[in-house]
């Protein structure tokens, strides 16, 4: 069984410090497998394994809409599909968490697999560059403007989430004034790292925090970071991809590939999904159909933009769907966190994606998103998707239970004093139920000797019968459902 914390140093998420924490008594095999070979350097939280669900064998299929009026005029889409008649042959996948916590998966913990560790800084003259880096050979291409955003130079700290090729990273920035001309008054760098996944990056902001301020206090000084890499580096694979295998399936089996992909986390600070959803009020129900759909989704905050690689995550996580064989047609929900106009040509062929970025200039390049999300502006360019925008009765109805469902766990909380459940797994798994009824009642439907779908069951699924007709509508198409949609007439008794 492995371990879980959803303990994180907050950084800049909050301006005041978290209250102290009591601590716990992690299980002897837990403590030895987070804390082996750590004595040199802290690392906060614990191990984690984050699995959700999406497979399924795909084949075509048509999606049909039919109005009432004119059932002789049927309307079709063609799309991706899934197979309908798709089983759960390796036993309980149907998860409704969204970890292996409490499954029945042991003898496996995602390793440690740091691929490289860098240090950037700013050169009055050159630029952002590279300063140093682990190992020597390694491609770091643009890293040194991924991990240094556009704009730092007005803050005095922050951290970063990026994408480099098949890796993820985590940079922690700091600038400290100094009294040199030749640095015109300021010292900036970032300390970094690059892995395979991001679900265990956030073990060591901690210790990145620590290493930039050594860095600019004490320049060229890396003897932490040798060797915190020489413990912790990656055994790359032969083959010459550059790929590491964080969950090998040869000691998972058939269940990984039939009902797990690895899940959209990357363990957030306390608050960060409650914060999120207080951000953006109701329009979070907007940005929840946006992901649904696979959107590319384009967020756009000035500095410090640790805070919006969270939003990043949320929007991700809004998108979770715990039924098997539901979604391996669709184009995966990728996180990119912060991009920059390096990222122009990667973003091109993406069909799919969330990322967020501090550079203006992307809102003109209307090609490379879809949705774009300028504080709590939400827009889009897409005339098909405009109607979206606008919140109906039904998506009022799910915020409004949502936010009645948390004031209920803050009762319990201070009342009960119940410590097991906390408001990001409520909201997390607010919207995966929300998701797994739709698309339960959707297979069901599918399945079904009649498979026509009615107001009702559209009322059932939480959907506004006809202000959600246009969304119900792409979503069969995306996820390729076969079943006819009758739309009633709402002029007509």
């Known amino acids: 069984m492995v371990e879980q914390s959803d303990r994180a140093p907050l950084l800049d998420w909050e301006e005041v410090p978290p209250p102290e924490l009591a601590p716990t008594s992690p299980s002897p095999e837990t403590e030895d497998s987070v804390h082996s070979g750590l004595s040199s350097y802290p690392i906060e939280g614990g191990a984690r394994a984050d699995i959700s669900l999406n497979t399924s064998p795909a084949r075509a299929n048509s999606v ?21 008649s798709a089983t759960d042959e390796e ?32 050169d009055t003259r050159s630029g ?8 020597q050979d390694v491609n770091l291409e643009g890293v040194e403007f991924k991990s240094m955003a556009s704009g730092s130079h007005r ?9 480099k090729g098949s890796y993820f990273g ?28 991001y679900t265990l990056l956030y073990r060591y902001m901690h210790f990145l925090e620590n ?14 970071l040798e060797a915190f890499y020489e413990d912790k580096k990656a055994v790359l694979p032969s083959g010459g991809n550059g790929l590491v295998t964080a969950c090998p399936t040869s000691v998972l089996g058939p269940i990984v590939n039939r009902c797990m992909h690895p899940e959209m986390k990357i363990t957030h600070p306390a608050g960060c999904m409650s914060q999120f959803i207080r951000f953006f009020g109701e329009q979070i129900m907007v940005l929840w159909k946006f992901a649904l759909l696979r959107k590319r989704i384009l967020i756009f905050s000035p500095p410090p933009v640790g805070v919006v690689c969270y939003r990043v995550y949320c929007c991700c996580c809004l998108a979770n769907v715990s039924i098997p064989g539901m979604g391996v047609s669709v184009p995966e929900f990728r996180p990119f966190f912060y991009i920059n106009v390096a990222d122009i040509a990667a973003l091109e062929t993406e069909m799919s994606y969330v990322a967020c970025t501090t550079e203006k200039i992307f809102e003109e390049k209307k090609e490379l998103y879809d949705v774009y999300i300028d504080n709590q502006n939400v827009k889009t360019h897409r005339e098909s998707l405009q109607p979206l925008l606008r919140l109906n009765s039904a998506d009022r109805e799910k915020y409004r239970k949502l936010c009645e469902q948390r004031q209920l766990l803050l009762y319990s909380q201070e009342v009960d004093g119940d410590c097991t459940s906390n408001e990001e797994d409520l909201f997390i798994l607010f919207f995966m139920e929300q998701n797994n009824r739709i698309f339960q009642t959707l297979s069901e439907v599918a399945g079904s000797a009649d498979p026509t779908l009615s107001a009702e069951h559209m009322r059932a699924m939480g959907l506004d019968p006809h202000s959600d007709r246009g969304f119900l509508i792409d979503l069969l198409e995306i996820y390729g459902i076969d079943v006819m949609l009758v739309i009633d007439n709402p002029c007509c008794p």
């Open 64 to 84: 049909t809409a039919v109005s009432s009026e004119s059932a002789h005029s049927p309307h079709k889409y063609s799309g991706p599909g899934r197979d309908a």
């Open 128 to 135: 952002n560059m590279i300063e140093w880096c682990l190992p």
């Open 155 to 163: 803050i005095s700290s922050d951290f970063i989430y990026f994408r």
């Open 211 to 224: 290493q930039v301020r050594h860095q600019l206090q004490s320049p060229g000084q890396y003897s932490p």
């Open 91 to 122: 036993g309980d996948c149907a998860f409704h968490g969204l970890s292996v916590r409490d499954r029945r998966i042991t003898g496996w913990e995602e390793k440690d697999q740091i691929v490289a560790v860098f240090v950037v800084t700013f």
């Open 170 to 197: 985590l940079a922690c920035f700091a600038n400290m004034p100094v009294e040199s001309e030749l640095e015109r008054g300021a010292r900036m760098k970032s300390v970094g790292i690059l892995s395979p996944s």
